[in-house]
């Protein structure tokens, strides 16, 4: 009977499950097209199988470890495999659905397909898959994100219905209730049926408060899927999407994508404010709730302590709304990446801000807004996240620049338009992006500090469960190892428990002599028994704090972390590109065509170099808007944050600051740096005093010589090395465009910039790095190539022999280390040489005989065929710009080498 009764349920429970019936409505995209097993269960019938499938492939296949390594490991996800998981992004099946956007995504931000592969076939063919997959996933995302909009604004609706008809259902049941209750007084029953009418209560109440809930958790997956999609497409735009006839995104559905984005942004900013209202009237009644709740306590109201009572329908579910956002912060997360879609997507493409500017929409109350005004206004909007309101200033920034392009080639009828244009984005830029900017822009060390050491108690925290875990893990290892008996097990535990009896008689003992010779020892012992088992009571809560909440303490502390960091950074970005100039769309396509150079195409390069534009050419800008960035204090503010992050750097161990935090205190040093150079380039007013100038000048060789504890050494760097190098950079540029600076460097300074020229990565730390993308080696060699370019420009100044032939020793000390040096150092190198010696006889500048006394024409003879090859072995994971220029450098080394020979 048993094995009929399996067999018979086996039977049963395959035809429920939808076996062979309810899979043939897919036998044509799974089995039958001759799939493999994991599409097949991507596309099956059953929903649990496919959510099993495509949580698989979250860990696996398409985690972001997995991901970012799959170009050097070999591995490829295959175009069906892409397209399987692509379709089930418009799977009804919630769970279903964001797994497969969870994993689009993945492939989309961490799947390199860019500068990897050295031939030009191999580029076409990485760029043909990017099309193929930006073609695919644009139309079925977009679609997604709009359905989500309108499920979002239906269940909104159900739920306002749902709490309303809930509101009147409560009105006549409390008063049913209290006649029910006069009646049971005058019957003499009350304590019998008033104890079934609050049972009857509470299922009631149940019942309505389940559902509310479940609604508002599938308005929160709604986001979830929404922000996830944004997600992707910013991957996609920042990524790899091109702004040209094949780009599905940005070319194609380039309406769509706008309209639909711009949906999202709308949608989530009138949530956040409805939320925001609500809960800012909850806090201002507090008190009258506070009141109205005693009241209603000594009346035996049954809605005392509910906290929605007397509330309208839209407020009760905003409210639940907002304590969900609260926890979750998904509303915000649409907010944000629908605004840096926005943001990453204007940038230098004057089509789509065109677009951008004429767009008309619709919202949820039917009127027609405009596009740009909802950019516009959600830069002075603090309701909304921090982020959302950058992105959307770093928007009209870059709308700004683009509309100068166009200006610039547009016919003079179409001029008065795009002045008033100009015009009135300036006066948004000046009203409304400054002040955020300046709002964002701020660094303090104390609530650094304090964020660092939430992280780095709970991270101990955390990885002293882990240990505990692994501990645990290896006992019971052991002890299966061991295969005792339960016999022997029971033995062993005996033995321990007698020797522990043993030794607390032995205790005992020892406590009794004590207190003969001191009779308030038992008051002592009494009080220490006290402690000790409360110290156990602790020890055990401790112990019985579950490995999930201190993850959750650890998640925490992170992201508070990066809620104070992220806008600096992002501000930081838009402050950079606000400084930066534009440049012309044909300066860059010089270097295209150069793949495959060698010695026979030197001359192809040398008609190529002829025509090299001249990057330090500042085209016509506004000068009245860039002296308002001056007067606005943007750039001292941004040269403060430079400071105070260098300042609490100094000296500070690799422990005592988290790995994280580190992590982005360097990035937003780098990015500051950048702005830095940007800002002194191009806002010529800036720093202009003399004595300013001079100022800022010393607190950087300042900072340079507290750097480092003792002599300039790898083993004696007190500031990360990669602050070091934004130093330098930052220093490189104001000595370039702040040529008075070059009398302010005296001797004592000169050694301190040779010593960092000479500087060397030792050989156990060149394979090392702060962080997996970054090695100490490139850290090391760009402080170096930066510290050349200093001496290069002081060396453009008449200057004696005997300075000179410092300089030059030490080049070629470096030079000569060129079989373990880079290619890009060697070529600075190289470059700055060339500078120092091409003088003409006659020149205040010419040094040759301090040329002739060192045999710089043999360190070039013997240097550039290594230069050569260093260039053929570092092309493959080298920007092709960078690796043009050292093409360059090899070009034009090989002619100097030809006219120093006569």
């Known amino acids: 009977m048993g094995k009929s009764t399996k067999r018979r349920g086996r039977k049963k429970g395959g035809s429920k499950t939808g076996g062979s019936n309810i899979s043939s409505n897919n036998s044509n995209n799974s089995s039958s097209s001759g799939s493999s097993p994991l599409i097949n269960k991507i596309r099956h019938a059953n929903s649990v199988v496919r959510h099993g499938a495509l949580s698989a492939l979250s860990s696996t296949l398409f985690c972001p470890e997995s991901l970012s390594t799959s170009k050097q490991s070999g591995t490829t996800i295959k175009m069906e495999l892409i397209r399987a998981v692509a379709e089930r992004i418009m799977d009804e099946d919630m769970p279903c659905a964001l797994c497969a956007v969870g994993c689009i995504a993945n492939y989309i931000l961490f799947v390199n397909h860019s500068g990897t592969t050295s031939s030009a076939n191999g580029q076409n063919q990485d760029q043909n898959h990017v099309n193929k997959v930006e073609t695919i996933l644009t139309p079925v995302l977009l679609a997604k994100m709009n359905k989500a909009c309108d499920q979002i604004e239906t269940i909104h609706k159900e739920m306002v219905h749902f709490a309303s008809s809930l509101s009147s259902h409560e009105g006549d049941s409390n008063n049913d209730s209290s006649v029910t209750a006069q009646s049971n007084q005058n019957e003499g029953n009350n304590k019998k049926k008033n ?69 999202t942004l709308i949608i989530s900013k009138e949530m956040i404010q409805s939320l925001s209202d609500a809960t800012c009237v909850n ?30 329908p839209v407020t009760t579910v905003n409210k639940l709304l907002a304590k969900k956002e609260n926890d979750e912060n998904v509303i915000s997360d649409v907010a944000t990446y629908a605004a840096r879609t926005m943001h990453s997507s204007s940038d230098d493409n004057p089509e789509f801000v065109e677009a951008l500017m004429m767009m008309g929409l619709s919202t949820s109350t039917s009127t027609a807004i405009n596009a740009w005004d909802v950019i516009v206004s959600t830069i002075s909007n603090a309701t909304l996240p921090a982020l959302s309101r950058l992105h959307c200033a770093g928007t009209v920034i870059t709308s700004r620049q683009c509309i100068l392009d166009i200006w610039s ?58 240990q505990d875990e692994e501990i645990e893990k290896n006992v019971i290892q052991m002890v299966d190892k061991r295969k005792e008996s339960a016999r022997l097990i029971a033995r062993r535990q005996k033995k321990m428990k007698k020797e522990a009896a043993d030794a607390a008689a032995e205790k005992e003992k020892l406590d009794k002599i004590d207190e003969t010779m001191n009779d308030e020892g038992i008051d002592e012992k009494g009080s220490t028994d006290n402690d000790e088992n409360g110290d156990c009571e602790m020890k055990n809560d401790h112990d019985n704090e579950s490995n999930e909440e201190t993850e959750d303490k650890y998640d925490k502390a992170i992201n508070a972390w990066k809620n104070a960091c992220m806008p600096l950074k992002l501000s930081v970005e838009v402050i950079a590109n606000l400084c930066a100039r534009r440049t012309g769309e044909d300066e860059n396509e010089d270097f295209d065509d150069m793949d495959g150079w060698d010695l026979e195409k030197e001359g192809q390069l040398l008609s190529s170099c002829a025509t090299t534009p001249d990057f330090t050419t500042k085209l016509e800008e506004d000068e009245e808007f860039l002296n308002g960035i001056i007067s606005s204090g943007i750039p001292d503010r941004v040269l403060s944050v430079f400071g105070c992050i260098l300042l609490s750097l100094i000296g500070v161990k690799k422990d005592q600051i988290p790995g994280v935090a580190m992590e982005d205190l360097l990035d937003i040093v780098t990015k500051c740096g950048i702005c830095l150079g940007n800002a002194v380039c191009n806002l010529e007013q800036w720093k202009s005093n003399e004595a300013d100038l001079t100022a800022v000048w010393k607190d950087f060789f300042q900072c340079l010589t507290t750097a480092m504890d003792g002599e300039v050494a790898f083993a004696n760097t007190v500031l990360p090395c990669q602050a070091i190098s934004s130093l330098f950079t930052t220093m490189v540029a104001f000595l370039r465009f702040r040529p ?10 000169l050694e301190l910039i040779l010593s960092y020229v000479l500087l060397e990565c030792p050989l156990e730390a060149r394979k090392t790095g702060p962080n997996a993308e970054v090695k100490y080696s490139d850290v090391v060699s760009d402080i170096q190539k930066d510290a050349i370019g200093l001496l290069g420009i002081l060396c453009s ?23 373990s040096s880079s290619a890009a150092l060697i070529s600075e190198l190289m470059n700055a040489l060339m500078d120092m010696y091409s003088a003409d006889e006659g020149d205040p500048n010419n040094h040759e005989s301090v040329f002739r006394n060192n045999n710089v024409l043999g360190a070039f003879q013997k240097n550039v065929p290594i230069l050569r090859r260093k260039i053929r072995e570092e092309t493959d994971n080298t920007d092709p710009m960078d690796v043009a220029l050292w093409k360059e450098t090899a070009l034009n080394a090989s002619r100097f080498i030809k006219y120093k020979q006569g």
């Open 409 to 466: 080639s547009s016919s003079s009828n179409s001029n008065a338009k795009l002045q008033k244009i100009q015009n009135d984005i300036d006066t948004i830029i000046a009203n409304q992006a400054f002040p955020l900017l300046l709002q964002s822009t701020i660094y303090s060390t104390d609530i650094a500090s304090a964020l660092c050491q939430q992280i780095t108690a709970a991270e101990c925290k955390l990885k002293e469960e882990r």
């Open 283 to 312: 806090t201002i009644i507090a008190d009258e709730d506070k009141k109205a709740k005693k009241i209603t306590e000594s009346t035996g109201n049954d809605n005392a302590g509910n906290d929605n009572a007397g509330d309208d």
């Open 797 to 819: 100044e008449p200057h004696p022999d005997q300075i000179n032939e410092r300089i030059c020793s030490v080049f070629l000390t470096v030079l000569n280390r060129s079989h």
């Open 740 to 749: 008075s600076l070059v009398k302010s460097v005296n001797e004592q300074d």
């Open 195 to 263: 104890k079934k009418s609050s049972q009857n209560k509470k299922k009631s109440n149940t019942a309505p408060s389940v559902k509310m809930d479940q609604m508002g958790r599938m308005i929160m997956e709604q986001f979830t899927l929404i922000s996830l999609s944004l997600h992707a497409f910013c991957g996609m735009v920042e990524n790899y999407s091109v702004n040209n006839s094949s780009s599905s995104l940005l070319h194609h559905e380039r309406s769509q994508f706008l309209s639909t984005t711009m949906r």
